[in-house]
């Protein structure tokens, strides 16, 4: 199961980037559209939809790499799930910051920082399902060994 959400968490971080770019184009020319005929728009609409649509892919991170966390108990998987929900928080909380108030914070501006994090989720996702797939090879011989401070390879 936590192999299907580390494959799904791959294909959704190779989507998301796909619709930062979009998003980063369209707000970008939302808001320079009318820029020399003196009427300067804010893009504010498609801001707030970018950010909703941020919104979903963050929360399904989270919840990817917390089912990490909890049911693959390997010392790798552990400490990227928790780098991975760190990092994902924070950008949880710059999309909130960005939907509190999209005229003043545009997607164009925080969306490079989104396409940015994508790469980071798709490097956590393959290893989470070698992780996964190394868990469940070892099953029981695993969760009887004593486990080292040692990063598991």
Known sequence: MNKAFYISSLVLSVLFSIIVLYYIDSVASARYMNWYSGYYGSGSGETEEAGLISLFFFLFFIVA?????????????????????SLSALFLLWDLVMLSSPSSLSFDEVGIGFFFFTPVIMAFSIVGIIQSNR???????????????????
Do not use: A, H, M, P
């Open 65 to 85: 790499f917390l089912l990490g966390l909890i049911k693959i108990k390997r010392v790798t998987n552990r400490v990227l799930s928790i780098i991975g929900l």
């Open 135 to 153: 868990f469940k090879r070892q099953g029981v011989l695993y969760k009887q060994k004593v486990e080292s401070d040692l990063l598991d390879s």
